[in-house]
């Protein structure tokens, strides 16, 4: 898109000088375009993160038209490792130099001797550009949310206490009670939050989570008659600061880490006495891209329309073909090459000048411009980036493939892999899961997460291992590859141009953590059962003892969501029942006794109830979206009479469809494209009505974008047969019959 095109509606400026004065002053951004970590290497050796395709755009311009969006007036973006391509990048798209009355400029603030967020912000506050308030972002960031409440809260408080100077932005973001990380594939944060003022008492990025509690300043408690202790919360990294936040960089050299040294640094300063607060985003989009999980998380959240109006089919890259949006969440560019034989699956992404050959399939998966795929390949959950050769009867599974990658013909790249630029498989050869493949010898100085990523591999080479160790897929052999004087392995006549990179200490066990790849069934498995070992083996000799409350200070502090132990004693409860443990009468007596021990309402158990059968059929189903849509049809039949029982109201029938909308946005995003399939389902099997699908699309009528996806989704099957058979029921009322005739009774039938 081009930076002349982009405006956010604003006005000429005047010259007259006492309107100069009455305006307010220009909101500022300063973007880091530097990330100081190594987690996307060996990719970030050759390209920095920011410019890394996001679902066919560079990250950096998703977070570039959202500032612009927001109402910032100049953006000032500090790059450091590879900084001519990010500054090469800003000028091509047009977002360089100053813009005209209504865009945002954009100014590149250059620095070689930064190693650190804290760094480059001790250089912003040098060049002396921040002249008032600011938004602090990285450039791995997407949204869509509306700043102006955030802004005014921060505006307000300042003119309170000038010691509030900085507010931080927060999402609930509900953690895995298997793996203690979000969906983005972070590790839980643990945070203390006064419920009134909203400040930020504790944060902890690196909990402990072998144990069940936290140990939290006793001062704190003291001093705070009431606090929220959440681990439900979401770092988006977006910070709206203070000028003093500069200055607080520049006074202390100690502060590198935005979290990890700032944040925590001034929570426990008690000199200065600062203070940070908190913006819980309510409605819209925000996450920082961090690893290679939310890398996939995002792409999928991008896809499916949340990041709105950030998407393929609005924003496009100028030197490209625009992107169509076809059904089932399909965009195509309208140059893509596709054999009629060829699959392309809901969620899934091709770019322009791609060809792609016979008997095909592309699923879930994105495909990048100038691809060429030959016949029998199967993509699926991956992410292949531009100009890839892709020869036949290839497999690539749940991994990353960048520019110029070639897989000759019978290669297999099984899931979790990253294979960097211009590497080349060999025929037949099979890439082992995790593997991190790139042309580049893997420098031995990965110590630091704050170590700059530049492209120096002279400064020490780790010994890699040799390709001649990987299988072969079929009956020819790999043969063993040649090495050079460094040891390093180069390639052989049927293996891989390039170098496996190692995975440091923890090696490729720990791997699966932040993998685009899904957590293999065999760890979950086995978190399970530490789980279920831990809860067997508590007692009160195993707990800490808390420590007696002080009777001179009035101290609550918030227990752990009840609703939330609720639905995972119900979802154990009917686990049991689908092994043959409890009958369905039991079924229903033991989750209407959770229901009173917990002192909640008969809508929570419908809540619960169908999010434990969506469940069973997510796990029965293999990766498809038919066979995803064929297990849930056959669970709902199954349960639908257990569903009914808890489904008397149409206020029970609603907590059933915005059950479901959680669901598709939070914990099981694969139901997510078959939204408006499955509705007609529900309504099928009488588990929902007309009256509750209406009422449900009438309180979305003046909902924001974001939250009218899936009613627009479903707006053909609510328009062709819910609308009708609702009138039809009116009008029977209305003329009292109390037996119609076959031919007035309204049906529908799915199945």
């Not at 982009?6 to 220009?26: F, V």
């Not at 865009?103 to 620095?111: I, K, L, Q, R, Y």
Request: charged share 25%; with cysteine.
């Amino acid at each position: 898109m081009s930076k002349k095109s982009r405006s956010r509606g604003g006005g000429g400026a005047s010259g007259d000088d006492h309107e100069d004065l009455a305006r307010p002053p220009p909101l500022q951004a300063v973007l880091l375009a530097d990330s100081f970590t190594l987690k996307f290497r060996p990719i970030t050796l050759e390209r920095p993160k920011v410019l890394l395709p996001l679902v066919h755009m560079p990250m950096i311009e998703y977070t570039l038209t959202w500032l612009e969006s927001a109402g910032v007036d100049e953006a000032f973006v500090f790059c450091c490792a590879h900084s001519h391509q990010v500054k090469e990048y800003l000028d091509k798209s047009g977002w360089a130099g100053k813009a005209g009355a209504g865009s945002m400029s954009v100014t590149a603030v250059e620095s070689h001797d930064a190693i650190s967020a804290g760094d480059a912000l001790r250089v912003i506050y040098e060049r002396g550009v921040i002249h008032g308030d600011f938004v602090l972002i990285s450039g791995d960031t997407i949204s869509n949310m509306s700043l102006k409440d955030a802004l005014q809260e921060h505006m307000d408080r300042k003119k309170k206490d000038p010691l509030a100077v900085m507010t931080m932005i927060l999402k609930h973001s509900k953690p895995s009670i298997l793996t203690h990380q979000t969906r983005l594939g972070n590790d839980e944060i643990v945070m203390a939050i006064d419920p009134e003022t909203k400040e930020l008492l504790y944060y902890e990025d690196r909990a402990d989570t072998s144990h069940l509690y936290v140990t939290i300043d006793k001062d704190i408690l003291t001093n705070n008659s009431t606090l929220q202790l959440h681990n439900d919360m979401e770092d988006c990294y977006i910070d709206i600061c203070s000028p003093e936040v500069l200055s607080l960089f520049t006074d202390n050299f100690d502060y590198q880490h935005l979290r990890r040294h700032f944040v925590k640094g001034l929570l426990v300063d008690d000199i200065m006495g600062y203070k940070l607060y908190t913006h819980e985003l309510r409605s819209g989009y925000a996450a920082r891209i961090d690893n290679f999980r939310s890398y996939d998380t995002v792409s999928k959240d991008v896809i499916q329309r949340w990041t709105y109006p950030m998407v393929p089919d609005v924003i496009s890259n100028r030197d490209c073909s625009e992107s169509r949006l076809h059904r089932q969440g399909i965009y195509k560019a309208s140059d893509v090459t596709l054999s009629h034989s060829a699959q392309i699956g809901a969620s899934s992404v091709v770019g322009s000048a791609t060809s792609i050959g016979d008997h095909c399939k592309v699923l879930n998966s994105v495909i990048g411009e100038g691809c060429k795929i030959g016949k029998n390949v199967l993509i699926n959950g991956s992410y292949v980036w531009d100009n890839v050769i892709i020869e036949d009867g290839c497999k690539v599974s749940n991994s990353l493939v960048c520019d110029g990658v070639h897989l000759k013909a019978g290669a297999i790249v099984e899931p979790g892999c990253v294979l960097s630029f211009n590497v080349e498989v060999g025929k037949n050869v099979v890439v082992p899961a995790h593997s991190k493949v790139s042309l580049l010898p893997q420098p031995s100085n990965e110590d630091s997460d704050e170590e700059l990523e530049y492209a120096d591999t002279n400064s020490g080479v780790t010994e890699s291992t040799p390709f001649s160790s990987m299988r072969s897929n079929g009956d020819q052999a790999t043969v063993p590859s040649e090495e050079d004087e460094s040891g390093t392995s180069k390639i052989g006549t049927c293996g891989v141009v390039g170098y496996i990179w190692t995975s440091g200490d923890t090696g490729i066990l720990e791997e699966w953590r932040q993998s685009i790849a899904p957590i293999p069934k065999e760890k979950l498995e086995e978190l399970q059962h530490a789980v279920s070992e831990d809860d067997g083996s508590e007692d009160e000799s195993n707990n800490p003892t808390l420590p007696d409350k002080d009777d001179s200070s009035d101290i609550a502090v918030e227990d752990d969501d009840p609703f939330s132990k609720f639905e995972k004693e119900v979802e154990e409860t009917f686990q049991r029942a689908l092994g043959g443990g409890v009958n369905r009468d039991n079924l229903i007596l033991e989750i209407n006794g959770l229901r009173l021990a917990y002192s909640l309402q008969h809508a929570d158990c419908a809540g619960a109830v169908f999010y434990s059968v969506m469940k069973s059929a997510l796990v029965a189903a293999q990766s498809t979206n038919d066979t995803l849509l064929k297990t849930t049809a056959e669970a709902l039949g199954k349960w639908k009479d257990l569903l009914r029982n808890y489904t008397k109201t149409i206020d029970e029938e609603m907590e059933i469809l915005l059950k479901f909308e959680e669901m598709c946005q939070e914990t099981t995003k694969e139901f997510s494209p078959l939204f408006s399939e499955i509705l007609p389902i529900l309504y099928d099997k009488d588990v929902v009505s007309e009256d509750a699908i209406m009422r449900w699309a009438e309180e979305k009528e003046h909902a924001d974008e974001s939250d009218k996806v899936f009613v627009k989704q479903s707006e053909a099957f609510i328009q062709v047969y819910i609308c009708p058979a609702l009138k039809l029921v009116l009008s029977l009322k209305a003329h009292d019959f109390t037996e119609p005739a076959e031919s007035q009774i309204f049906t529908y039938s799915l199945f």
